[in-house]
């Protein structure tokens, strides 16, 4: 894993985002130990590692397919958080939307990230 890497793709994505984002973390899904992050949250990383662990419990009981890529909670005052999954590391973010389209967000910021975080992590 390239922490350096990480750390430079997630000041591109706040380049991207800009006033949008608030906060963004990767983190280990073992512990929930942020590896690196912008405005760091160490709380809500730990939480939403639990948070994800627990979705794939019931996903796995119920007899669904686990989860894939990410999941996503519109908050309250225009706010969005997803918590997005790669296996032994999770990406989480908390960005506004009134300050970027949600379709850019899903559809070219998020998975333009995905793919270098995973790119990074493997290295």
């Known amino acids: ?5 990480l750390n430079e793709i997630i000041q591109k994505f706040k380049k991207d985002l800009g006033d949008a984002l608030f ?19 160490p709380a809500a990383a730990a939480l939403f590692n639990r948070i994800s662990l627990i979705i794939n419990e019931a996903l796995k ?3 669904f397919p686990l989860m894939d890529k990410y999941y996503l909670l519109h908050l309250e005052g225009g706010n969005i958080s997803a918590a997005m999954q790669f296996g032994d590391y999770q990406w989480g973010i908390l960005v506004d939307t009134k300050q970027v389209q949600l379709g850019l967000l899903l559809n070219v910021h998020i998975p333009k990230t995905m793919e270098a975080i995973r790119e990074a992590l493997a290295a």
Do not use: E, R, S, Y
């Not at 894993?1 to 890497?5: A, G, I, Q, S, Y």
């Open 61 to 63: 009981d119920a007899k």
């Open 23 to 41: 906060a963004t973390d990767i983190w280990t899904t073992a512990d929930g130990t942020i590896i690196a992050g912008l405005n760091p949250q």
């Open 1 to 5: 894993m390239d922490v350096k890497k």
